[in-house]
């Protein structure tokens, strides 16, 4: 496979997972008068953006194994070029989640304070891992991937369970900032690298259809048994945070399992036969996604600035009503996608993902 060749369906993915990350984080933002977490549209709201950071992060770690594969035959033993290419790589991931604590900032209405680690401190960790994870045996990452979905049942109160939001994007000293970053954050390389170890196991699976389809059909079973237990113990099946068998803070075995079963089965359908040099299941259907997905980055950090406006605006100011939160959530989410395509036709060099390239 070609290093510039881009496979269709993986950009169509990391669209989908871009777009819902920005319909969950503007939800939260502007969320209507009356909704509560019980509320079906907030269930509806919660429901993406638990799949959004799971397919994101995966996509991701899939892209950072393909990418350093590919370099490793390049680089080869030079470690000046290895440690070139990962600095690049953490260094500019560390200050987007930088821009983005600041542009989205808990003394302004926001989430964050500047120093909270996110979704791309993960993935500036999982880029610090890569040559590792290019010499690591299938095996050995399998059970990897295994022991980090298992660690938040092993870790228990050390994750945060009852801990506000405030707690958990906050840190008093470095020592409470790296605890953050690894096991009680709100993206802790334990469990979430679980969903990098993902991205490398669909990648060396690409060819044995079998492994990745019993994959699934373990995954479904266990989802349709937390189902049935949910109902039977009257217990909510899945919160953001709580008391459910799903909880995303912190992120439990459970909702582990469930979101990477989704994750490997919305990748099954949508690859259709790309991966044996045929075309994508939805190939011109969705190529309209397919700009999107190719500023992932860009739009993740972007959309929190014009949130962050927002926050501002809305701070100290009555809640919306339903329509018309629904409709700037929605047209928030859904304008992305013509500006990624005009961005590609006029300015393609203009963007995060370009200076990564360079």
């Excluded at 989430?111 to 996110?118: C, N, V």
Aim: glycine letters at 8%; one cysteine or more.
């Amino acid at each position: 496979m070609s290093v510039r060749h881009r496979l269709r369906h993986v950009d169509q993915m990391k669209a989908i997972a871009v777009l819902c990350m920005v319909e969950v984080h503007t939800a939260a933002i502007i969320p209507p008068e009356g909704v509560t977490v019980g509320h079906p549209a907030a269930f509806f709201a919660a429901a993406f953006g638990g799949m959004a950071a799971p397919m994101f992060i995966t996509i991701s770690g899939w892209g950072i194994y393909k990418s350093g594969i590919e370099k490793s035959k390049i680089i080869n033993q030079e470690i000046k070029k290895w440690f070139r290419w990962i600095f690049t790589r953490v260094f500019v991931l560390s200050l987007c989640q930088i821009i983005i604590n600041l542009l989205l900032n808990i003394e302004r209405g926001g989430r964050f304070y500047w120093q909270t680690p996110g979704v791309l401190t993960l993935l500036a960790i999982a880029s610090l891992i890569t040559p590792l994870l290019v010499r690591m045996d299938t095996r050995i990452r399998f059970v990897l991937f295994l022991l980090l979905m298992a660690s938040p049942t092993l870790l228990g109160d050390y994750t945060g369970l009852d801990w506000s939001w405030g707690q958990r994007v906050g840190s008093n000293g470095y020592l409470e900032w790296i605890e953050r970053l690894l096991w009680n954050g709100t993206y802790p390389a334990i469990p979430w690298l679980s969903y990098v170890f993902l991205g490398t196991l669909i990648y060396d699976f690409k060819d044995k259809v079998r492994v990745r389809d019993n994959m699934i059909i373990t995954g479904l079973i266990i989802t349709i048994i937390s189902i049935f237990i949910s109902i039977m113990d009257n217990k909510n099946w899945a919160l953001t945070s709580g008391d459910a068998l799903l909880t995303f803070f912190p992120a439990n075995s459970l909702f582990i399992v469930v979101s990477s079963t989704m994750v490997i089965l919305l990748m099954k359908i949508l690859e259709g036969e790309e991966m044996s040099g045929g075309k994508s299941r939805y190939e011109e259907k969705l190529a309209f996604l397919e700009s999107t997905g190719k500023l992932t980055l860009t739009i993740y950090v972007v959309h929190f600035a014009i949130l962050g406006l927002a926050a501002i605006i809305m701070e100290n100011r009555p809640r919306l009503g339903f329509f018309e939160s629904f409709i700037l959530t929605i047209g928030h989410t859904i304008v992305w996608i013509p500006i990624s395509n005009w961005h590609q036709r006029n300015i393609p060099n203009v963007s995060f993902e370009s200076l990564l390239r360079k």
